[in-house]
């Protein structure tokens, strides 16, 4: 079966400081990669997508920026973080296909002080 | 473009009676319809999808949803609420044109249910 881990599950950064949160899937290949972020326990904004390695979309333009290294592998990263970049960030993966469900991580909560 | 609207913040029900989430959507072309769940600070959690065929999908944990074509409507329904269902509802829905479309989510729906 498939599993998705990510790390870490809660996180403190002062503003300024660097990010990264590794996303990983284990028991498929090729998998759709996708980072999330909800703002107060609510709706999703979709940040970034991939659809193999090396290859990643951007859907909003701001302070974050994601790659996928290896097949199973999804970071997301910062070089200096904003207040504004405070929430719960959720990685998903997928099966190719508009049928297939997504499959989310337990998140990272990020707090900005 | 792509959008879901699920109408209540909130949905109080006791435990034992029936439950109803409502959703409508808006897509171009047939849509692929989703639900999800989440539990305080985990993540979503995939319950049941309409893709074609029958109206009527079941799912996970006893929930089941009603899609309506007329309507534009998916709504969620369990015939016998817990107080464990108590989470936050996510309905979601993606076209079915071909090439990469992203799903979109409703703003979520909490559901409470009181013993």
């Known amino acids: 079966s498939q599993t998705i881990h990510q790390w870490p599950a809660t996180l403190v950064q002062p503003v300024g400081s660097p990010l990264s949160l590794e996303c990983t899937v284990e028991g498929t290949s090729n998998p759709n990669l996708y980072w999330y972020r909800q703002a107060a326990g609510r709706g999703l904004q979709l940040l970034f997508y991939s659809v193999g390695i090396g290859q990643i979309s951007s859907e909003v333009p701001q302070n974050l920026s994601a790659s996928r290294p290896q097949d199973r592998q999804f970071i997301l990263s910062s070089k200096k973080l904003l207040l504004s970049d405070s929430g719960f960030y959720l990685c998903?993966?997928?099966?190719?296909?508009?049928?297939?469900?997504?499959?989310f991580g337990d998140g990272t909560r990020l707090s900005i002080l | 473009a792509q959008s879901v609207a699920q109408p209540e913040d909130q949905v109080n029900v006791a435990e034992g009676n029936p439950l109803t989430v409502k959703c409508t959507y808006s897509v171009s072309g047939n849509p692929y319809l989703f639900w999800y769940v989440q539990y305080p600070n985990r993540g979503l959690q995939f319950l049941l999808k309409?893709?074609?065929?029958?109206?009527l999908v079941k799912g996970s944990y006893g929930f089941e949803a009603e899609f309506n074509k007329s309507q534009t409507s998916f709504h969620l329904k369990k015939p016998s609420a817990l107080v464990s269902d108590s989470a936050l509802y996510f309905c979601?829905?993606?076209?079915?044109?071909?090439?990469?479309?992203?799903?979109?989510f409703g703003t979520g729906t909490r559901l409470l249910v009181s013993p």
């Open positions: 309409y893709i074609t065929g029958d109206n």
């Open positions: 998903a993966w997928s099966w190719a296909g508009g049928s297939q469900p997504q499959h």
């Open positions: 979601a829905v993606r076209g079915s044109n071909t090439g990469f479309q992203k799903l979109v």
